[in-house]
């Protein structure tokens, strides 16, 4: 019986993100954007450091699982198929003090252009790469990081994938 191989569905959500960050995808990850997204990873968002120049950058992690074993056939607990329910964040951080007017914040636009565009990729390949059943996004956030004169803008998804294993 095999488990659950959250590097694997780490590595396909990062592989999908990576091919949409070009000019020509079938839905480009930095459309409407300034600047072209610089930089996704798996990093823990609490690790990151502010270079303005990594901006606007994804970084996603797993956040926890929920087990099931209520769908299972016969047979004993221990060798009983499982559903899970992996909790996946997505964050968005964008960097703008691009100010035209002061009517607009184009970092509160650029953080719902990014979050958008992650959200209408990952909406072509549900089953990440095949690493998962189905996933999708349950919600979406969006924060000033730091003080209030930063330029800072973060989007949080909470995004959720289903493997039974």
């Known amino acids: 019986m095999s488990g659950i191989n959250y590097l694997d ?12 960050n070009i000019t020509g995808a079938a839905y480009d990850l930095s459309k409407n954007m300034s600047t072209r997204v610089q930089l996704i990873t798996q990093v823990n968002p609490e690790l ?22 209520s769908e299972t ?11 899970t329910e992996i909790s996946i964040g997505i964050m968005g951080l964008v960097w703008n003090d691009n100010y035209s007017s002061s ?34 996004p349950t919600r979406i956030d969006f924060y000033q990081f730091l003080e209030e004169e930063s330029h800072f803008r973060v989007g949080l998804m909470e995004y959720k ?5």
């Open 48 to 69: 990151i450091a502010g270079q303005a120049s990594q901006y606007p950058m994804i970084t996603y992690k797993i956040d926890g699982n929920s087990i099931d074993i």
């Open 103 to 136: 009517e607009t914040d184009p970092a509160d636009i650029e953080t719902h252009y990014l979050m958008e565009n992650i959200e209408q990729v990952l909406r072509n390949d549900t089953t990440l790469g095949g690493k998962v059943l189905w996933s999708y």
């Open 9 to 20: 569905i780490l590595t396909g959500m990062g592989s999908i993100l990576s091919a949409a």
């Open 161 to 165: 994938a289903v493997k039974f294993y």
């Open 73 to 83: 056939g016969h047979g004993s607990a221990a060798n009983a198929k499982r559903k």
